[in-house]
């Protein structure tokens, strides 16, 4: 592996989002606890280019707080088997929802005709409408996460969409039908994303994500068709290992 130093973050006010000094120290401790994917652009479609295995924040002259991190990055020749076990891993943050929580990056909150009908979206969910999602995406990608919580792989089983209800059910596919057909998304790459975790019967929890790139109208219908037959699949697969 060949080792880098980066910095990931600073305080201040960087396009109108104001990050203290506070957040960057954090974001230290959360860094040193465990390791960081390293990926490009924050495009999930693309595998991990290497991983941040620790951080240090530095404090410069007018008291800007930088995040420096030190990266592994990964080689061809690596040899995972053989990497030294230092009790850190990738953590898993899975969080439990109701029925489905919706986060989009900055293109569905400065979209004026998106705008309106993202809000909606996180309406009809069970998250918290104030609670801000920013995400540095190479533009011009934008990115939708539908979050769907913690399943049991006997839950996937019993159905993708169940906790959500017939009614609701409807009522989010009919609502992304009409964020992603506007003129203004078709003008850029765009990302939904479902995700989800699932308890194996090993005790592990496994997070799965499921993307779509710039869906239709026909591949929205059949994307909910086809997830959760697809998961039943890959839960097993997944949750067996």
Request: charged fraction near 25%; proline fraction near 4%.
């Amino acid at each position: 592996m060949r080792k880098v130093k980066m910095v990931m973050a600073r305080s201040g006010v960087i396009d109108q989002v104001l990050t203290p000094p506070e957040v960057i120290v954090e974001s230290a401790k959360q860094y040193n606890q465990e390791y960081i994917p390293l990926t490009i652009g924050h495009d999930i479609r693309k595998p991990p280019i290497g991983r941040v295995v620790s951080a240090e924040v530095v404090v410069l002259d007018d008291g800007t707080h930088l995040l420096q991190g030190e990266a592994e990055i990964f080689e061809a020749s690596d040899n995972f088997n053989l990497l030294a076990k230092n009790g850190k891993s990738v953590k898993i943050h899975a969080e439990e929802v109701d029925n489905f929580q919706a986060f989009g990056n900055q293109a569905f909150e400065e979209d004026e005709d998106v705008a309106p009908l993202y809000q909606e979206l996180r309406k009809l969910g069970s998250g918290d409408i104030d609670r801000e999602y920013r995400e540095d995406s190479v533009d011009p990608i934008s990115l939708l996460i539908i979050g769907l919580g913690v399943f049991t792989l006997q839950g996937i089983a019993n159905g993708f969409f169940s906790k959500l209800g017939e009614d609701l059910y409807e009522k989010l596919k009919l609502k992304l039908k009409k964020i992603f057909e506007k003129k203004s998304f078709k003008q850029k790459e765009n990302l939904l994303q479902f995700q989800l975790f699932i308890n194996s019967n090993t005790g592990r929890t496994i997070e799965v994500n499921v993307v779509t790139t710039n869906p239709s109208q026909n591949d929205l219908d059949g994307f909910f068709d086809f997830v959760p037959n697809m998961l039943v699949v890959a839960g097993v697969s997944l949750a067996t290992h």
